[in-house]
C-alpha cells in the first residue's frame, strides 16, 4: 500500500473507528488486519462504556443499540441485570 496519508494497523473497534473520523475529515486512510477473514471464536467484548455510547450515537449507531440492549449495573455483589434499553 502506497500513497494514503495514515495507514492503521488493526481493524478492529478502535482502528475502525479512527479510521472512519479520519475518512469524514478527508484524510486518505487504509486499514491493515492480520487476520485473512472477520470471522472470531469468541467476543472479547463485555459491554459498551457510557462515552462509547455518546460517541456511537453521535455517528448515528446508538439508536440500534438502545433497541438490542440490557442494561447492567456493577456493584460490590456482582453485576446485575436492570433490564432491557438504555436509560
Not at 467476543?43 to 456511537?56: M, Y
Not at 440500534?64 to 434499553?85: K, L, N, V
Amino acid at each position: 500500500m502506497t500513497g494514503h496519508a495514515v495507514l492503521i494497523a488493526g481493524g478492529g473497534p478502535t482502528g475502525l473507528m479512527l479510521a472512519g473520523e479520519l475518512a469524514l475529515a478527508g484524510v486518505d486512510v487504509a486499514v491493515v488486519e492480520r487476520r485473512a477473514s472477520q470471522e472470531l471464536e469468541s467476543s472479547r467484548a463485555g459491554g459498551l462504556h457510557s462515552r462509547t455510547i455518546e460517541v456511537l450515537d453521535q455517528r448515528g449507531f446508538n439508536l440500534f443499540a438502545r433497541h438490542r440492549s440490557r442494561r447492567m449495573i456493577r456493584g460490590p455483589r456482582g453485576d446485575r441485570d436492570t433490564g432491557s434499553g438504555l436509560a
